[in-house]
């Protein structure tokens, strides 16, 4: 099955972005550009609080579907969560869609004195979660006795504009998170897997890995595997008329440790990063067709971007768009 592409955009209103009210902007201007989904990222940082800044932007626009990328499950017990979830899909005439991971930055939830559990106990709390989730985004009334959550005759309310509910999102690079949004999600962000640190992996970011990562969530998935949605995110745009040599400027910043997020834990050849899916470089065409191997390839068709990529990235909306 090929779905048709969709575009995603974010911001996080932080100083560099022009704070709050330049954010309101970024996102009408993703609504114009023709972004299909505009998202927000959760973290305790420089930037605007998610749930509060979708509310916001429910009366702020009104064709652009609103997001989270993601939501740090640690950070809010699922049943305010589905509350609030909820009446952003209300205020926004069903325009939510609802984004959430385990949680990785050890450093904000040290911080701000919240548990950082290992690893497996944040899977497993996210898995509960989701189940809560999906019953009171529903409308239900939910009973669960888990080992992290409680839940006792509680109905969910208001009931979602969407139905059944608004769809879910969860993101992940390891085998264990994709096989738990292959379970619950609606939409699964393909990602890098990342270091203990939180750098994400150079490894991964190749497309024959990314592949095998889709290979991973169609075999959990099994029959759910084509009503799920495959999104990945664009790290880096560059429109050139020189593909290869503008390739290898990106292994010489790389050898240089540039960009410092990433973690080069193998050699990357020009093919690679011509060929992945986290990174695009060439003219507006060679980068639309970029995409469509990458469709072809891993069958992922919801392309994401940072917000500094935005504007670069807009003149490839109307080259894809309806594909």
């Not at 420089?46 to 702020?60: D, F, K, M, S, Y």
Request: proline letters at 6%; aromatic letters at 6%.
């Amino acid at each position: 099955m090929t779905r048709k592409f969709r575009f995603g955009a974010g911001g996080e209103g932080n100083k560099e972005e022009g704070g709050a009210r330049k954010f309101v902007q970024l996102a009408q201007t993703a609504e114009e550009y023709g972004f299909d989904v505009f998202a927000i990222p959760d973290h305790l940082g420089n930037q605007v609080g998610p749930l509060a800044a979708l509310g916001a932007l429910t009366q702020a626009t009104s064709t652009i579907r609103l997001g989270t990328s993601v939501l740090a499950n640690g950070f809010r017990h699922p049943a305010i969560l589905a509350k609030e979830a909820t009446t952003i899909d209300v205020l926004s005439k069903g325009r939510l869609e609802l984004g959430i991971g385990a949680g990785w930055m050890k450093d904000e939830f040290d911080k701000a004195g919240i548990e950082f559990e290992s690893p497996g106990k944040r899977i497993r709390r996210l898995d509960e979660a989701l189940t809560i989730l999906d019953g009171l985004m529903r409308g239900e009334t939910v009973d669960f006795d888990g080992e992290f959550y409680q839940i006792k005759g509680l109905e969910g309310s208001p009931r979602p504009r969407q139905g059944p509910r608004p769809p879910i999102a969860v993101g992940g690079g390891g085998p264990k998170m994709l096989a738990l949004a292959a379970k619950h999600a609606d939409i699964i962000s393909v990602a890098p897997g990342t270091t203990p640190d939180g750098k994400m992996k150079l490894s991964d970011m190749t497309l024959d890995k990314t592949a095998a990562r889709v290979d991973r969530i169609r075999e959990a998935a099994g029959d759910r595997f084509d009503d799920i949605e495959l999104n990945w995110t664009i790290a880096v745009i560059v429109i050139t008329d020189d593909r290869e040599a503008t390739a290898e400027m990106a292994l010489k910043a790389l050898a240089q440790g540039y960009p410092p997020n990433i973690e080069r834990d193998c050699e990357f050849t020009v093919d690679d990063v011509l060929n992945s899916p986290y990174i695009a470089i060439g003219s507006f065409e060679q980068i639309a067709d970029q995409i469509r191997n990458v469709r072809e390839r891993t069958s992922m068709s919801f392309v994401g971007v940072f917000p500094t990529q935005m504007d670069a990235f807009a003149p490839i909306i109307p080259i894809l768009k309806g594909e």
